[in-house]
């Protein structure tokens, strides 16, 4: 009769970790760079004022509707937002 265990460690789950722990180590070095590149900006057609591209997820995002309290802590947000530049 087998053996049995409340673990298996066969050789698909050693092959899978052995997968992933390759591929940590070669996004590793692209995750550590990440940090050192610019903002990626956009040029407005209208004007061609160069601007970081970034969103806040405006569509559900701030959809609070008539609610004082969220509407309070939706202005927070884009008062933090707008300070930080």
């Given at each position: 009769m087998?053996?049995?265990?409340?673990t298996k460690?066969?050789?698909?789950r050693f092959l899978r970790t052995l997968a992933a722990t390759g591929a940590a180590g070669l996004l590793w070095p692209v995750?550590?760079?990440a940090g050192t590149r610019?903002?990626?900006?956009r040029k407005i057609p209208s004007g061609?004022?160069?601007i970081p591209v970034i969103g806040l997820g405006s569509w559900i995002t701030f959809n609070v509707g008539n609610d004082p309290a969220a509407r309070d802590s939706c202005a927070e947000v884009m008062r933090r937002f707008?300070?930080?530049g």
């Open positions: 087998p053996k049995t265990s409340s460690y066969g050789r698909r995750l550590g760079v610019s903002a990626i900006v061609g004022e160069a707008f300070s930080a």
